[in-house]
């Protein structure tokens, strides 16, 4: 693919990052948040499934499958930078049409996480699927491989075994074909050791509130980081608040 290829494009913005200075991806829930972190000048987007299941009016984890696509190919099709999606576990697609729809979409990557309705999923079986995926999507999309020990393990996020299990996983997914690693939760203290021992870039979840902070999570190997739905709920506070004020007038 040429180096003006949207995917291309999108993949390069992972690579060579200087410590300290990682790729933010800001989350778009709709068309008009899109265009507003594009005007702000962020080279690409990462779209939330929660921030997105709010905008719509689903639960976090209910919104159906179709409802997720064509919201994503409303906030493609509203700017003019390198969209990743957020399409949760897959929604029990099959990886070929799976593909095929997040193609549809425009979409130039996408999350795919490891648990299901709270639960792990075997690490193998995952790693076969996104193996499949990658097969299938042939270079064009990003797939950036959630983790979800930390969130779903059952264990203290400190204990050494959930460090040890995110490690195993996350380099079955890399050596599947994973483009990024995304160890959703991890401590900060753990990054430095996940960074060592996953050979692809990670992604690591910041805040919104601290941007000072983001460059910290660089320093200690986040390549990139996303926010979930922080922005999105950010933003409905605001509405919140104006709302209450003009009620209260």
Same mark, same amino acid.
């Given at each position: 693919?040429?180096?003006?290829?949207?995917?291309?494009?999108?993949?390069?913005?992972?690579?060579?990052?200087?410590?300290?200075?990682?790729?933010?991806?800001?989350?778009?829930?709709? %068309? $008009?948040? #899109? +265009?507003?972190?594009?005007?702000?000048?962020? /080279?690409?987007? =990462?779209?939330?499934? !929660? @921030?997105?299941?709010?905008?719509?009016?689903?639960?976090?984890?209910?919104?159906?499958?179709?409802?997720?696509? %064509? $919201?994503? #190919? +409303?906030?493609?099709?509203?700017?003019?930078? /390198?969209?990743? =999606?957020?399409?949760? !576990? @897959?929604?029990?697609?099959?990886?070929?049409?799976?593909?095929?729809?997040?193609?549809?979409?425009?979409?130039?990557?996408?999350?795919?996480?490891?648990?299901?309705?709270?639960?792990?999923?075997?690490?193998?079986?995952?790693?076969?699927?996104?193996?499949?995926?990658?097969?299938?999507?042939?270079?064009?999309?990003?797939?950036?491989?959630?983790?979800?020990?930390?969130?779903?393990?059952?264990?203290?996020?400190?204990?050494?075994?959930?460090?040890?299990?995110?490690?195993?996983?996350?380099?079955?997914?890399?050596?599947?074909?994973?483009?990024?690693?995304?160890?959703?939760?991890?401590?900060?203290?753990?990054?430095?050791?996940?960074?060592?021992?996953?050979?692809?870039?990670?992604?690591?979840?910041?805040?919104?509130?601290?941007?000072?902070?983001?460059?910290?999570?660089?320093?200690?190997?986040?390549?990139?980081?996303?926010?979930?739905?922080?922005?999105?709920?950010?933003?409905?506070?605001?509405?919140?608040?104006?709302?209450?004020?003009?009620?209260?007038?």
């Amino acid at each position: 693919m040429s180096t003006s290829d949207p995917v291309s494009v999108f993949r390069a913005l992972h690579q060579g990052r200087a410590p300290g200075d990682p790729l933010v991806l800001p989350g778009p829930w709709d %068309a $008009a948040s #899109a +265009r507003t972190f594009e005007e702000a000048g962020f /080279p690409a987007l =990462a779209t939330p499934s !929660a @921030g997105v299941a709010a905008s719509l009016g689903h639960e976090d984890g209910r919104t159906p499958a179709a409802d997720m696509f %064509a $919201a994503v #190919a +409303r906030i493609v099709r509203s700017v003019s930078v /390198p969209v990743s =999606a957020d399409i949760e !576990a @897959g929604y029990g697609l099959d990886p070929k049409e799976l593909v095929e729809r997040l193609l549809a979409t425009g979409a130039v990557g996408c999350n795919l996480e490891d648990s299901v309705d709270g639960v792990l999923l075997d690490p193998h079986q995952q790693a076969d699927r996104l193996a499949e995926v990658r097969s299938f999507a042939g270079g064009r999309l990003f797939v950036n491989a959630r983790v979800d020990t930390y969130l779903r393990g059952g264990r203290d996020g400190t204990d050494p075994e959930t460090e040890t299990e995110t490690i195993e996983r996350g380099r079955l997914y890399a050596a599947a074909g994973a483009d990024c690693v995304y160890p959703i939760t991890a401590p900060p203290a753990a990054l430095p050791r996940l960074a060592a021992a996953i050979p692809v870039p990670l992604n690591i979840n910041g805040s919104p509130h601290d941007p000072p902070a983001l460059r910290r999570l660089g320093e200690l190997g986040a390549a990139r980081i996303t926010f979930g739905p922080l922005m999105q709920q950010q933003a409905m506070a605001a509405v919140r608040d104006m709302a209450g004020k003009l009620h209260s007038r």
